[in-house]
């Protein structure tokens, strides 16, 4: 019995069936195809590199952050899902360890004096009560590595979790960050428009006054009225954006977009801050949804160890001890104690094809998983890519946005001074004040774009780029009727109170 109870427990220490996992190999290009003017060795060392977003140096963002990560609904859902995964490896890590169980049964019978015996029974049986106390014990022998497989099945599910919450908390402040500078851009065009709207005023009432004087013809007053209807009009769809994205940054923040409002700021935004993109395979370790797909391919190669263990057989060490008796007066003598122990195996013949069924879907699964991570990382490099080319792009389209912009200033005097003059029509005015307003318009939109690409660039590249940093869970702002944590820990009672409550 001994051999045999030490051989179980060496069985058990070392036999694993199923695939260890090992990352896959993966092929990353050298550099970056647009990454020459964007790197950077130690950039911005001053700065926390967690907070990517105080690059840029507005207070009003470094708020809005701190808001949303204390409010936002939809990343305390992630760190629910977080808490659930880490509660999954204390689940998976109790069936390492015995259990036991007192079930005490407390009835009224009648025995049938027909019941199998080893000697005639004669019509004799038993009615009245009976006392059961007993304390059951089961502890399954890992054999085959099946429950250390469920174990690192559930380690890698929580890192995924894990991951999958820090891509949320990303996503969530790149959306911040993007509304933000928009909303900016907007009130630059804005402060644009409504200047227009000043000076198409001027215009009209200069107008007016040269019909009145005769030196103007009513074609003139009605082109400076339609100017003028035509500002006012696109102050107003401007300002219906802006309310939208204010409303969204309401929304991400988590709270009642008839509450929440900011003012607008019109001033110049900043030329976008470099950031560092490092060498191409930082993206595996940086990107938080590589990071979840690469963990979830590791929980579906244990997963193939579990399925796999269900084709050998198992081996439980059961037991009962506890007292039995008619008489409750006599339940806990040494006369009414009974016990057993001893192993329980089960050895799968048939099942109908069901074992090798779930095999397959293990099998399937991480197929699919390694599909998923094999294009996380495609994805990776196509968003890195996108945003370098995007903040080239974009910094070579304002330089001659800005060229253009003096063009239009300059024509804009000239057709003034001509019309004034007298040796020009008005609608050459007309068409010089719209050339100035489109481009001055469109050197605040570009200016908000190249900001909003560098957000995009911070977000393809993973979040910052401290890669010491550890895995933080983001402090959120409870509930008052969540029911996952609590601020004060309980005693025992209340705890049971709080059971029967839920």
């Known amino acids: 019995m001994r051999l045999l109870f030490s051989f179980l427990?060496?069985?058990?220490?070392?036999?694993?069936?199923?695939?260890?996992?090992?990352?896959?190999?993966?092929?990353?290009?050298?550099?970056?195809?647009?990454a020459v003017q964007w790197r950077e060795?130690?950039?911005?060392?001053?700065?926390?590199?967690?907070?990517?977003w105080r690059v840029y140096g507005d207070a009003k963002l470094n708020d809005l952050m701190e808001r949303a990560t204390a409010h936002n609904q939809t990343l305390k859902a992630a760190v629910a899902r977080f808490d659930m995964a880490r509660a999954g490896t204390g689940i998976a890590r109790a069936a390492f360890f015995p259990t036991a169980d007192v079930n005490s049964a407390f009835t009224t019978q009648r025995t049938s004096p027909n019941m199998p015996s080893a000697f005639p029974l004669h019509g004799l049986h038993y009615v009245g009560p009976s006392y059961n106390v007993p304390l059951d014990f089961s502890w399954e022998l890992d054999l085959w590595g099946k429950?250390?497989?469920?174990?690192?099945?559930?380690?890698?599910?929580?890192?995924?979790?894990?991951?999958?919450?820090?891509?949320?908390?990303?996503?969530?402040?790149?959306?911040?960050?993007?509304?933000?500078?928009?909303?900016?851009?907007?009130?630059?065009?804005?402060?644009?428009?409504?200047?227009?709207?000043?000076?198409?005023?001027?215009?009209?009432?200069?107008?007016?006054?040269?019909?009145?004087?005769?030196?103007?013809?009513?074609?003139e007053q009605a082109q400076a009225e339609t100017e003028v209807a035509t500002a006012e009009a696109e102050v107003s769809a401007l300002q219906n954006q802006r309310d939208q994205l204010e409303n969204g940054i309401a929304l991400i923040t988590g709270t009642n977009p008839s509450a929440f409002r900011f003012g607008g700021n019109s001033s110049l935004l900043p030329?976008?801050?470099?950031?560092?993109?490092?060498?191409?395979?930082?993206?595996?370790?940086?990107?938080?949804?590589?990071?979840?797909?690469?963990?979830?391919?590791?929980?579906?190669?244990?997963?193939?160890?579990?399925?796999k263990a269900n084709f050998f057989p198992s081996i439980k060490l059961t037991g009962r001890a506890g007292y039995l008796s008619g008489d409750v007066d006599k339940l806990f003598e040494a006369s009414s104690l009974n016990w057993n122990i001893g192993p329980s195996i089960s050895v799968p013949l048939f099942a109908g094809g069901k074992n090798r069924a779930f095999m397959e879907r293990a099998r399937a699964a991480h197929d699919e998983a390694l599909a998923n991570y094999r294009q996380a990382i495609l994805a990776s490099f196509n968003d890195v890519e996108n945003a370098l080319a995007a903040l080239r792009n974009l910094a070579t389209q304002t330089e001659a946005q800005h060229r253009a912009r003096g063009s239009a200033q300059e024509a804009a005097k000239i057709a003034h001074a001509r019309y004034e003059a007298g040796t020009s029509p008005y609608l050459d005015v007309i068409e010089a004040?719209?050339?100035?307003?489109?481009?001055?318009?469109?050197?605040?939109?570009?200016?908000?774009?190249?900001?909003?690409?560098?957000?995009?660039?911070?977000?393809?590249?993973?979040?910052?780029?401290?890669?010491?940093?550890?895995?933080?869970?983001?402090?959120?702002?409870?509930?008052?009727?969540?029911?996952?944590?609590?601020?004060v820990k309980k005693g025992f009672f209340t705890k049971v109170k709080g059971w029967f409550k839920r």
């Not at 060795?41 to 990517?52: E, F, H, I, M, N």
């Not at 993007?178 to 001027?202: C, H, P």
């Not at 938080?288 to 399925?307: C, F, N, W, Y």
């Open 147 to 219: 429950i250390r497989r469920q174990a690192e099945s559930a380690r890698a599910d929580a890192s995924a979790a894990a991951s999958v919450m820090q891509n949320v908390l990303l996503g969530m402040q790149a959306d911040v960050a993007s509304n933000y500078f928009r909303i900016r851009a907007l009130d630059g065009e804005l402060q644009t428009v409504k200047e227009a709207v000043g000076w198409r005023m001027q215009a009209l009432d200069i107008a007016r006054a040269r019909v009145k004087a005769g030196a103007g013809s009513e074609l």
């Open 41 to 52: 060795a130690r950039p911005l060392d001053s700065l926390p590199k967690g907070a990517w």
């Open 9 to 34: 427990l060496t069985t058990s220490a070392i036999a694993q069936v199923g695939p260890n996992y090992v990352r896959p190999e993966t092929v990353t290009p050298p550099n970056y195809k647009s």
């Open 271 to 307: 030329t976008p801050p470099r950031i560092p993109t490092g060498i191409p395979t930082d993206l595996l370790e940086r990107r938080p949804d590589v990071a979840a797909t690469e963990r979830t391919l590791a929980s579906t190669t244990a997963q193939i160890g579990v399925t």
């Open 433 to 487: 004040n719209r050339s100035l307003l489109l481009t001055e318009r469109a050197c605040a939109t570009l200016a908000g774009q190249r900001l909003i690409a560098s957000v995009s660039l911070v977000k393809a590249l993973g979040g910052g780029w401290d890669q010491s940093l550890p895995v933080t869970v983001p402090v959120t702002e409870p509930d008052p009727e969540a029911l996952g944590s609590t601020a």
